[in-house]
């Protein structure tokens, strides 16, 4: 019997953080904002902590963990398609690694559906990660500081001064509940760019069996 693919395994294999350290430069290079070591360890802890405590097993919360601090990789390919190329690049490395055909699919499908425009909540891993995913909005992804002022994903970023996710398991919610400095950016600019996300959020939540809740300065909007 093979012995389980970990969360710390890939988070210790070079090939995997090499891919995602090279990914987060060529975003750089084109403008977009922290894709690298923190925004997919975040991913990966919030999508394995949210299968928990729904009560999920230990196995699919770990496989939520491994999908989400690998699903950005495809990003060193390309950004276009990158939910895809990134799926692929991980069935070479769980298969090579000896990970389970019935695991990698559960994986891949994960990294191949999170993409804002092809996302779907194919399965618990999926919804776990697009929730993690989306719901990380914060100051610190913000590279250029001295232009927030010029680029409205980077401002709207900014704004963020502190950032919540929450299960609220008798109200059946996952809640996220952001803090925005409206003086850097509007509310209204949040939803001008991250309303398909917030879509996907709710989506992500129904198929967990939850209601997504947003939260923005202590007012509910959803």
């Known amino acids: ?58 196995r699919d919360a770990e496989l939520a963990r491994i999908a989400g601090f690998m ?50 909540p194919v399965n618990e891993v999926a919804a776990a990660v697009i929730l993690a995913d989306k719901s990380d909005v914060r100051r610190s ?3 250029k500081k001295s232009e927030v002022a010029h680029d409205i994903h980077d401002r709207v970023n900014y704004a963020v001064t502190d950032n919540r996710t929450m299960l609220l398991s008798d109200e059946k919610k996952f809640v996220l509940d952001l803090t925005i400095d409206t003086l850097i950016s509007p509310a209204i ?8 996300r917030m879509t996907l959020c709710r989506s992500a939540a129904a198929a967990l069996g939850l209601h997504f809740e947003l939260r923005i300065n202590g007012a509910v909007l959803s």
């Not at 060529?26 to 925004?39: N, Q």
């Not at 699919?105 to 996302?119: K, W, Y």
């Open 141 to 143: 992804r913000v590279r």
């Open 1 to 58: 019997m093979n012995t389980p693919i970990t969360y710390p395994l890939i988070k210790g294999t070079p090939e995997v953080v090499t891919y995602i350290k090279r990914a987060d430069r060529s975003l750089e290079a084109i403008g977009y904002t922290e894709h690298g070591l923190a925004h997919v360890t975040r991913v990966a802890v919030v999508a394995g902590q949210l299968l928990e405590d729904l009560g999920y097993s230990e």
């Open 189 to 196: 600019e949040y939803f001008e760019i991250f309303l398909q």
């Open 71 to 120: 699903h950005d990789i495809g990003n060193v390919v390309n950004r276009v398609d990158h939910a895809q190329s990134g799926a692929i690049m991980a069935f070479r490395i769980l298969d090579k690694m000896g990970m389970s055909a019935e695991e990698v699919s559960m994986v891949i499908s994960a990294i191949g559906h999170h993409d804002d425009h092809t996302a779907f």
